[in-house]
């Protein structure tokens, strides 16, 4: 079970001065540390890497099912997903890298990517066009669209160990 | 009940045909059968005393030809048989005495090239056992020449067509061939409103030159039209089978001519050639998709949907719409006018627009102004359509406007409910007025007027992922639409009531009712200049209640068919 060790919410986030945007590809060393500090930033490095596994995980699982029935084991809490039930899947961007910002104290982070989102519309309705199509048997239809996924994490202990977990995973 | 007739003067949808029964069937086909099919020109008399025919998948009928145009098929007891030549192609036809059904052969006697119908009435699969059913072969017949390469097949190579036919009878026909599994017909003769219906079709590759078409009038007479029509030289020799409004048994054969009208786009992708996008696999025989919306439809009484409206199953712009899912902007322009919209032969609305989507309404000066929700689009700098509904009136109306701001004009697709048919069925009416208020032109007498830039013409309509359409603008009173299949075949297609008004140049006006099917009124301002429109519709119905919801997708120009000429100058007057 995971237990939050702090919580942040949008505010703070706009609020904080000292965000690290930082590539992943491009692991810099944030501001708010200081530069000698190598074992400050060694460990920033592993909740970057923390977090980018967190965050490859979830999308596996999101993706494997179709929704995030299953995803129980990446997030703080049932209301922390908040994506269309008409999303089934969704895939990062490759040419784009994601942004994570830290906040100043370190135990919360945002992160930001650009995705390909896969959706299925399900023509349940009673249009004469939704009637239609599901006659000749088009009950749904695939789309795609650009978005952009959008997390917030909180670090927490699990089983005595330093982990991170999402606070907030939306779409936009 | 309305009065009998065999070819109604109320739309087909509202005409009860007889549900006539097996033993009627069969007494009405005992004599025709044995005297075969009437024709207004000469039959032709086949010289060859036997015709086997083997289909693909190893079906075989044998017909045995007598002098005095007798035929018995594989044994049956014979029948009267006619036959008419087109080019290389002969058309036989007959009943099979003492049963509900009957053949049709189109017979290439260069390569012996052929394709069997089976017709027959008395139900399975049609629900309605006066209605014609089908099954179709294609194969050979044997003897002489042998085929080489594909037979006869179905085929996308008529869709978007169309064709004024004449026949040898007198009646002329448009025929639009806007789908691969549907057609659109309008009776000029023995019709007399002008409109146009939808029914199930075949389109069949003879040759290069020659198609064979059939429909089948589901839903309203069940009527089989079967041709097979030389594209090039603009003739047709065809069947007509069936019991028209009277009962009466139609069999006759027929020569036509016709008049090339034009062809809509295809939408296939570039190089596909397939044309049964929607075969079933497995099918009984003669099943296919025949849609029958008044099935599906929601019927309620006037109680009924007084209920559900007073329990406050209303929803005004308050939900997303399929029907929107790639609509424009919604509108706040309007936002803060005051005006009144003076309507010839029509109600006084005043209206004060207290903000982005909310505004008040008083009618002819009357009472105290009713607070409601409207939504606005701005479809053309300074035309606008917004629509409302009109809290506490008996009918539950809705009203849907535009209104040009820039020339003073406005046009108003009234909605209404308890039509004498379904009470959630909405029934429309136009009304034209002007505009009052200040800032706003005086335009004296001139009104927005009908028009007639949209007939024959097609647009598609692309909505939401996955959801799109075809309008075909077939008749100054009918709008049809036809859906596409995810391949581009465009197929189901239905049709009801429309109406056409010109705002601007380019800017136009369309409405749809469809009656006996969902019930929906559908209003949409086309923008030919963007290829988008704005629309509304105004719906009731069981689970959604009374609505208002948004229309809107962008639109390719499929088309126009030259077919003016073909309507009166009062053609778009007709009875609801």
């Known amino acids: 079970m995971s237990k939050p060790m702090t919580t942040t919410d949008r505010r703070s986030f706009l ?14 060393p944030a501001a708010a540390i200081a530069a000698d500090d190598s074992a400050a930033k060694l460990a920033r490095i592993e909740d970057e890497r923390a977090i980018e596994g967190l965050m490859r995980g979830f999308l596996r699982r999101f993706n494997g099912k179709g929704n995030a029935e299953d995803c129980g084991q990446f997030i703080a809490s049932a209301g922390a997903i908040r994506i269309d039930p008409q999303v089934r899947a969704i895939r990062e961007d ?10 100043d104290d370190g135990h919360s982070a945002r992160w930001t990517r650009p995705a390909e989102v896969e959706l299925l519309a ?51 | 009940m309305a009065e009998r007739q065999a070819y109604p003067d109320i739309p087909l949808f509202r005409y009860d045909y007889t549900p006539l029964t097996r033993a009627q069937l069969a007494e009405a086909l005992r004599q025709p059968a044995l005297g075969g099919p009437g024709s207004a020109g000469p039959l032709e008399e086949l010289t060859r005393q036997e015709l086997a025919f083997v289909a693909e998948d190893g079906t075989r009928h044998t017909w045995r030809f007598t002098p005095g145009r007798r035929v018995a098929v594989d044994g049956e007891p014979p029948a009267g048989y006619g036959a008419l030549t087109i080019d290389r192609i002969t058309l036989i036809a007959h009943l099979v005495p003492g049963t509900l059904r009957g053949y049709v052969i189109a017979w290439d006697r260069y390569d012996n090239r052929a394709t069997l119908i089976e017709l027959w009435f008395g139900g399975e699969p049609a629900p309605h056992l006066r209605e014609v059913n089908r099954a179709i072969w294609h194969g050979r017949v044997e003897g002489g020449a042998s085929p080489a390469g594909e037979l006869h097949h179905p085929t996308l190579r008529c869709e978007g067509r169309a064709m004024a036919w004449t026949e040898d009878t007198g009646n002329r026909t448009l025929d639009y061939y806007c789908s691969v599994s549907y057609t659109h017909w309008v009776e000029l003769d023995r019709l007399r409103d002008n409109r146009g219906y939808s029914a199930p079709a075949e389109y069949i590759f003879l040759t290069e030159d020659l198609y064979l078409f059939s429909r089948i009038e589901a839903e309203f007479s069940g009527m089989l039209q079967l041709y097979v029509m030389d ?6 020799v065809g069947l007509r089978l069936g019991f028209n409004g009277l009962d009466e048994l139609e069999y006759y054969m027929f020569r036509g001519t016709g008049e090339w009208l034009g062809q809509n786009a295809r939408f296939e992708a570039l190089g596909d050639f397939s044309a049964t996008p929607l075969a079933i696999a497995d099918g009984a025989k003669g099943e296919r998709r025949i849609y029958r919306p008044l099935e599906t439809m929601d019927k309620m009484t006037p109680a009924e949907v007084a209920a559900s409206i007073a329990a406050g199953n209303v929803h005004v712009f308050d939900r997303d719409s399929p029907m929107a899912g790639n609509g424009t902007e919604k509108s706040a322009a309007m936002a803060g006018k005051t005006f009144t919209i003076e309507y010839d032969g029509g109600p006084r609305m005043e209206y004060r627009v207290t903000g982005p989507e909310t505004l008040e309404w008083r009618m002819d ?26 809290e506490g009136m008996p009918n539950h109306d809705g009203h849907i406007v535009v209104a040009d701001f820039d020339a003073g004009l406005a046009t108003n697709y009234h909605g209404f409910l308890n039509t004498p048919y379904f009470a959630n069925e909405a029934g429309a009416e136009t009304l034209f007025g002007k505009l009052v208020g200040e800032g706003i032109p005086d335009p004296g007498r001139r009104r927005h007027e009908r028009t007639r830039d949209l007939l024959g013409r097609a647009f598609t309509w692309e909505y939401s992922p996955g959801l799109n359409s075809m309008h075909l603008y077939s008749t100054p009173n009918t709008t049809s639409w036809i859906i596409p299949t995810p391949s581009g075949h465009f197929a189901t297609q239905w049709s009801g009531s429309g109406d056409f008004v010109k705002i601007r140049d380019q800017l136009y006006f369309a409405r749809w009712q469809e009656e006996a099917c969902n019930g929906t009124l559908g209003t949409i301002l086309i923008n030919m200049r963007t290829m988008h429109d704005a629309g509304i519709g105004y719906h009731m119905g069981t689970t959604g ?14 088309g126009k068919m030259d077919v003016d000429r073909f309507f009166g100058r009062d053609a778009w007057e007709r009875q609801a």
Do not use: C
């Open chain 1, 15 to 28: 609020k904080t001065g000292a965000l690290v945007a930082a590539p992943l590809a491009v692991l810099a």
């Open chain 1, 94 to 103: 490759a040419r784009a890298d994601a942004e994570l910002a830290f906040a």
């Open chain 1, 122 to 172: 399900n023509f349940a309705g009673q249009t004469t066009l939704e009637k239609m199509a599901r006659f000749q048997g088009q009950g749904s239809a695939r789309s795609l669209a650009k978005q952009r996924i959008e997390a917030e994490f909180v670090r927490v202990i699990e089983d005595g160990s330093p982990s991170w977990t999402i606070t907030r995973l939306m779409l936009a």
């Open chain 2, 231 to 236: 594209a090039n030289r603009l003739q047709s």
């Open chain 2, 365 to 390: 000066g009357q009472g105290s102004f009713t607070a409601a929700r409207y939504n606005a689009w701005e479809v053309m700098p300074g035309a606008f359509i917004f629509g409302h509904l009109l």
């Open chain 2, 545 to 558: 209640g009374l609505s208002m919801s948004n229309v809107g997708a962008p639109a390719r120009h499929a």
